[in-house]
């Protein structure tokens, strides 16, 4: 059973990818959002029905300020791998969440996370945040993604699939993998907040069905009604595309998860969990091909501009 109420939602994130997907479904089913953004007024993106609250994740009076009247959470935290700067954005978010009463606080932790530690910071700094927010009494659900389907729908991957049929990526091409849609890991967050009994619980969210490569290459080609193959790309050579768009040390961060998927030391990270988290959110991420035949291909057709490497995280 899920609540019809409508929420009033502090949203962290909602200026990146994956939160702006949550704050706008938020949005659509009426609930009242708000975010917190370090950007001017101009520099904003389009969140239409949001209100912004200027402040930073850093300063504690500033995350209270966002979460003062609201009665819910949603938290995705930016690609920041340093793990006592994590720590202290889940402690401001906490006590912020405790000061304002908050019913439910969804933690969206960016990626799947290994049962036992790692050496790679994307998993560890994601397991501090989750850590944290815990032992603060927040309470809490956990919902964890696997990879983005709209990863490959970029400047770097959008031309050579739609002029090449060819899709590259940095994951090995028999690793099993769940691709999921920004807008069904919103549609999981949402049944996150709304769903009755779920504070304490964790879920590992994902797509339909565990694709390898070139099965998600096959779905594409059946989206895109052409032959697609897929391109296992090298970790490292991911890695050096991303620096160029965001720094070395943020893209070593999300390069990390592609180096340890290179490993094969835990080939089924990313791969669904056989139905478990739809069936008790009760959402159904749409089949890849759906996703797929939904997005304007064309834009990255003909004469395209001089591409770089694929390097979309």
Partial sequence: MSSQIPMRVAVVGATGFQGGAIARLLVERHHRVRTLTRRPSGDRPPLPGALFVAGDLARPADVRRLFEGTTHGVVTLPLVYEPERIRAYARNVAFAALAAGTVRLVLNANTRVPQGPTSVAAFETRRIAEEELRSAGVPLVVVRPPVYLDNLFSPWNGPALVDEGV???????????????????????????????????????????????????????????????????????????????????????????????????????????????????????????????????????????????????
């Fill in 167 to 313: 899709l590259a990526y940095p994951l090995p091409a028999s690793t099993p993998t769940a691709w999921l849609s920004h807008r069904d890991l919103a549609e999981a967050v949402h049944a996150a907040l709304t769903v009755e009994g779920l504070e304490g619980r964790s879920f590992d969210i994902g797509g339909a069905r565990s694709l390898t490569g070139d099965e998600l290459a096959a779905a594409f080609g059946r989206g895109l009604g052409r032959a697609v193959r897929y391109l296992q790309l090298a970790p490292e050579v991911f890695e050096r595309g991303l620096a160029q768009l965001l720094g070395p040390e943020t893209a070593a961060g999300v390069a990390g998860i592609y180096h340890y998927m290179a490993t094969g030391a835990d080939p089924l990270l990313l791969a669904g969990d056989d139905g478990v988290s739809a069936d008790v959110l009760g959402v159904r991420a749409a089949p890849v091909e759906e996703w797929v035949t939904r997005q304007p291909w064309q834009m990255w057709s003909g004469d395209a501009e001089e591409q770089s490497p694929s390097t979309q995280g």
